[in-house]
């Protein structure tokens, strides 16, 4: 089966860095993607990691270490907008190829 | 370009009631699956399909069934509603090709059951 850990909540203020954490038990992995998702809307992708390392993309990286089942979301220069859940989301390998399974979520309060 | 659509966005069910959501999109994606969000929760998969005439179930799939007869469309059937299945419904495709890995969502159906 799957499983993935994330922290409940996290608090910073703008303008701020945090970190996401998400550590994942899977019998089979492709890849490990992250998902925003503000109250009342629908989760929308930001990145994906096939490979350890850091992905880039504007004020948001990604980073996985795959023998340590383990990877997180960096969100750089915090802006209020950015307070909204963040999922992991893991792509099963192999016979689940095509199923993606998510954590909990990561609810990010922005305080000014 | 609508992307995923889901309907209906909300709907109140009684106890024992049947209906279906319906989920279109207009992408071409091979990969359509649903996913339900309980509150504070993540999403649970339901079921999916990796193209028409292909169903196969998730990690939720007692108390629901699906159809893929187009590519376009994949509607979720609830029978026999019960309160449990009180949740937010999501829709989401995906194509073989480029872009394997990003999820497209669609608004979400929010469904309750009395």
Same mark, same amino acid.
């Given at each position: 089966?799957?499983?993935?850990?994330?922290?409940?909540?996290?608090?910073?203020?703008?303008?701020?860095?945090?970190?996401?954490?998400?550590?994942?038990?899977? /019998?089979?992995? %492709?890849? @490990?993607?992250?998902?925003? &998702?503000?109250?009342?809307? $629908?989760?929308? #992708?930001?990145?994906?990691?096939?490979?350890?390392?850091?992905?880039?993309?504007?004020?948001?990286?990604?980073?996985?270490?795959?023998?340590? /089942?383990?990877? %997180?979301? @960096?969100?750089?220069?915090? &802006?209020?907008?950015?307070? $909204?859940?963040? #999922?992991?989301?893991?792509?099963?390998?192999?016979?689940?190829?095509?199923?993606?399974?998510?954590?909990?979520?990561?609810?990010?309060?922005?305080?000014? | 370009?609508?992307?995923?659509?889901?309907?209906?966005?909300?709907?109140?069910?009684?106890?024992?009631?049947?209906?279906?959501?319906?989920?279109?999109?207009?992408?071409?994606?091979?990969?359509?699956?649903?996913?339900?969000?309980?509150?504070?929760?993540?999403?649970?998969?339901?079921?999916?399909?990796?193209?028409?005439?292909?169903?196969?179930?998730?990690?939720?799939?007692?108390?629901?069934?699906?159809?893929?007869?187009?590519?376009?469309?994949?509607?979720?059937?609830?029978?026999?509603?019960?309160?449990?299945?009180?949740?937010?419904?999501?829709?989401?495709?995906?194509?073989?090709?480029?872009?394997?890995?990003?999820?497209?969502?669609?608004?979400?159906?929010?469904?309750?059951?009395?």
């Amino acid at each position: 089966g799957q499983s993935l850990e994330q922290p409940s909540e996290v608090t910073a203020v703008e303008g701020a860095i945090v970190q996401i954490n998400c550590t994942y038990q899977t /019998s089979g992995f %492709y890849g @490990l993607s992250w998902y925003q &998702q503000h109250d009342g809307g $629908a989760p929308t #992708f930001l990145s994906y990691n096939a490979l350890d390392g850091l992905e880039e993309t504007g004020r948001f990286s990604s980073f996985l270490s795959r023998s340590d /089942s383990y990877g %997180y979301l @960096l969100l750089q220069e915090l &802006q209020m907008k950015d307070s $909204a859940s963040y #999922f992991c989301a893991v792509r099963g390998a192999v016979g689940n190829f095509n199923k993606f399974y998510f954590g909990s979520g990561t609810k990010l309060n922005v305080k000014p | 370009n609508a992307g995923v659509t889901q309907t209906p966005k909300f709907r109140i069910l009684k106890i024992g009631q049947s209906m279906t959501l319906q989920c279109t999109q207009d992408m071409n994606h091979n990969y359509m699956y649903w996913y339900r969000q309980d509150p504070g929760m993540g999403l649970k998969l339901i079921y999916y399909s990796v193209g028409a005439g292909i169903t196969d179930k998730g990690e939720v799939p007692n108390g629901y069934n699906v159809s893929r007869s187009t590519t376009e469309d994949f509607p979720l059937r609830l029978e026999l509603a019960a309160p449990s299945q009180t949740s937010v419904y999501f829709c989401a495709s995906n194509s073989a090709a480029s872009g394997a890995n990003v999820l497209t969502f669609g608004a979400g159906s929010r469904l309750t059951v009395l």
